[in-house]
């Protein structure tokens, strides 16, 4: 018989995390699973990793060479066999009830609910300097961002930065609905957990279970132009959307000046930074001490 879930972790050279990955989804409470794991043509020894595992539920695939991790999800629903479909980056851990609660969520909801997602606490596995946690701790949005349920009216807070899911560790969704919009856009190397939900949530609602049940490993970051680039992507394909709702009131571009002027003064390139940001919608005062923290930051790369 089908499994109740499909768990798809799409990887590319993280064979020294993955194991505390898989570890994490076959030690679910909810065992009635398969997991898929797409090896997007690494180099170090991720097949060796996955053969470890002495376990019928784990399917192991591997592309003939890289095409990214859009590409890799999609490889991962094609052979899903799941009533849902769940997505976990390769260096992530759920705790274990995490598919359990969120099945139970949408068992016991109308059919208009197709998908749940769950709160995420960050870990940062070489420890953070005492400024930036506490930095970290006064600017924490999650109860301002985190716990929203509904459809189609969370895809502006959704575009506008004002609602973060980490779609891409956290995200169950019904495996018909995740075929029938057609996977992930192998056009976004980046913004493809926030693209992929707007889709879902234009085809019914999302529940939440309001609990830290995704650990989310902290890497390294893409650098203020690759972003730059990405986030132009994402506005353009939802260029209609966002004009709708920029004329509602909500400040979507705005919200992504805000956005790069962070990456851009974070890296000590000021002069762009401060250019995005004279068209940024103006922070919050929760706001003002991670643009402090950026402006820090970029002082002392700019030192050296």
Not at 38 to 49: E, L, M, Y
Not at 146 to 154: D, I, K, P, R, V
Not at 176 to 198: C, H, K, M, W, Y
């Amino acid at each position: 018989m089908a499994p109740t879930v499909s768990v798809i972790v799409p990887t590319y050279n993280r064979a020294d995390a993955l194991p505390r990955t898989i570890e994490s989804v076959l030690s679910q409470t909810l065992e009635d699973l398969e997991l898929i794991v797409v090896d997007d043509a690494s180099q170090d020894d991720t097949p060796a990793v996955v053969a470890s595992y002495d376990d019928d539920r784990v399917q192991f695939i591997q592309h003939d060479e890289n095409q990214g991790a859009s590409a890799a999800r999609n490889t991962g629903i094609e052979r899903a066999k799941g009533e849902y479909v769940a997505f976990l980056d390769s260096d992530d851990v759920w705790l274990p009830t995490k598919l359990e609660k969120q099945v139970l969520t949408l068992e016991m909801r109308s059919d208009d609910w197709i998908a749940a997602y769950c709160e995420a606490e960050t870990v940062h596995p070489d420890g953070q300097h005492p400024l930036v946690k506490w930095v970290t701790e006064l600017i924490s949005r999650r109860n301002e961002t985190e716990g929203a349920e509904g459809g189609e009216e969370l895809i502006g807070p959704v575009l506008s930065d004002d609602l973060h899911t980490s779609a891409g560790s956290t995200l169950l969704v019904k495996r018909e609905v995740a075929e029938r919009i057609g996977g992930f856009d192998e056009s976004f190397d980046r913004f493809q957990d926030p693209e992929f939900l707007i889709r879902v949530l234009q085809e019914g609602k999302l529940a939440c279970v309001d609990e830290p049940l995704l650990l989310r490993y902290e890497t390294g970051e893409p650098s203020a132009d690759a972003v730059r680039e990405a986030d132009e992507h994402f506005r353009r394909t939802f260029a209609d959307t966002i004009e709708r709702l920029e004329h509602q009131g909500i400040d979507v571009v705005g919200a992504h000046h805000y956005i790069l002027a962070r990456r851009y003064i974070d890296e000590g390139q000021f002069r762009t930074g401060l250019r995005y940001l004279r068209s940024a919608r103006p922070p919050t005062p929760r706001q003002y001490p991670g643009l402090l923290l950026n402006i820090y930051s970029g002082i002392r790369t700019r030192l050296g």
